[in-house]
């Protein structure tokens, strides 16, 4: 029987910064535009949170009964590994989505019936990542569905729920938050290019090969960094405050192009995941502030 600490686990923890970031920002973004409702805020952030679980234990699920993660090296997988049954992660997954459907529908009733529409797409991008006969994240398309959906639809989502409109902001809060949720799928497709490369998963990082991936890895950190600064120059000159965040890119940038393969790269998705959420942190101060 799966134990609860493995359910956790399965959930892959270390990537809910991905999901908690752009509600951050996005909320800091509304702040900024003068309209911060904590209800709705809760209600993204409990979707973001609950799409995110959902995804984990989708992807468990598919690349478990394709046989992908016989040989994966980093966290638990549940049905890879053995410990759990597919149909209970199919399950799980099914929960997750469920209760962020249930959240999302009463976000579209106090807004706009148009999220609907939204968070079905997000759901089917979430599914169809590596399930269906053909996923996309089998053909070098995850990182843009992960830009898209936990880089600008959430943070930019967040914001409208609360002042029920787009905001320059809100855009630009999404760039720095979708490039940083990027990075973290990056060093795991770095980590995983020897197995996918024997499986037949053809991940952006497999495409590129490992130094092409290394540099992408360091430009997508970089790229929050020059968001702040756009940002301060551009009206609200507290998100410098984000800077302070590149000191915890540091360790994650020197192991990635230091060369480092296999377990030595799993530190490298906990960093990144501290960086992300510290970047969020500060952006949305900053953002308030102004």
């Known amino acids: 029987m799966t134990t609860v600490g493995q359910w956790v686990q399965g959930a892959r923890p270390r990537t809910l910064p991905a999901a908690l970031a752009p509600v951050l920002a996005g909320t800091g973004a509304a702040a900024a535009a003068g309209d911060v409702r904590p209800g709705r805020a809760l209600l993204a952030l409990v979707v973001a949170l609950a799409l995110q679980v959902a995804v984990n234990y989708a992807n468990d699920y598919s690349d478990g009964?394709?046989?992908?993660?016989?040989?994966?090296?980093?966290?638990?997988?549940?049905?890879?590994?053995?410990?759990?049954?597919?149909?209970?992660?199919?399950?799980?997954?099914?929960?997750?989505?469920?209760?962020?459907?249930?959240?999302?529908?009463?976000?579209?009733?106090?807004?706009?019936?148009?999220?609907?529409?939204?968070?079905?797409?997000?759901?089917?991008?979430?599914?169809?990542?590596?399930?269906?006969?053909?996923?996309?994240?089998?053909?070098?398309?995850g990182e843009i569905s992960v830009f898209v959906f936990f880089g600008l639809v959430a943070t930019v989502g967040t914001a409208y729920v609360q002042v029920e409109r787009v905001t320059g902001a809100a855009a630009a809060a999404g760039i720095g938050c979708g490039a940083l949720a990027c990075a973290l799928l990056v060093a795991n497709n770095l980590r995983d290019i020897p197995t996918d490369s024997v499986t037949g998963k053809r991940?952006?990082?497999?495409?590129?090969?490992?130094?092409?991936?290394?540099?992408?890895?360091?430009?997508?950190?970089?790229?929050?960094?020059?968001?702040?600064?756009?940002?301060?120059?551009?009206?609200?000159?507290?998100?410098?405050?984000?800077?302070?965040?590149?000191?915890?890119?540091?360790?994650?940038?020197?192991?990635?192009?230091?060369?480092?393969?296999?377990?030595?790269?799993?530190?490298?998705?906990?960093?990144?995941?501290?960086?992300?959420?510290?970047?969020?942190?500060?952006?949305?101060?900053?953002?308030?502030?102004a």
């Open 65 to 141: 009964i394709r046989g992908t993660d016989a040989q994966r090296v980093g966290p638990l997988r549940l049905v890879g590994s053995g410990v759990s049954t597919p149909a209970a992660v199919k399950r799980a997954a099914a929960v997750a989505f469920a209760v962020a459907a249930v959240a999302g529908l009463v976000l579209a009733a106090l807004t706009t019936w148009v999220l609907i529409v939204v968070g079905a797409v997000a759901m089917l991008a979430a599914w169809f990542y590596t399930g269906g006969s053909r996923p996309y994240g089998y053909r070098a398309l």
């Open 203 to 289: 991940t952006l990082a497999v495409v590129l090969g490992d130094r092409t991936t290394r540099t992408l890895y360091l430009t997508l950190v970089a790229v929050p960094l020059v968001v702040a600064v756009v940002l301060a120059f551009t009206g609200t000159p507290w998100t410098l405050l984000a800077l302070a965040a590149a000191a915890l890119a540091l360790r994650p940038a020197r192991i990635v192009a230091g060369g480092a393969v296999g377990r030595d790269l799993v530190p490298v998705l906990r960093d990144t995941g501290r960086l992300q959420l510290a970047y969020a942190v500060l952006l949305a101060i900053g953002l308030a502030l």
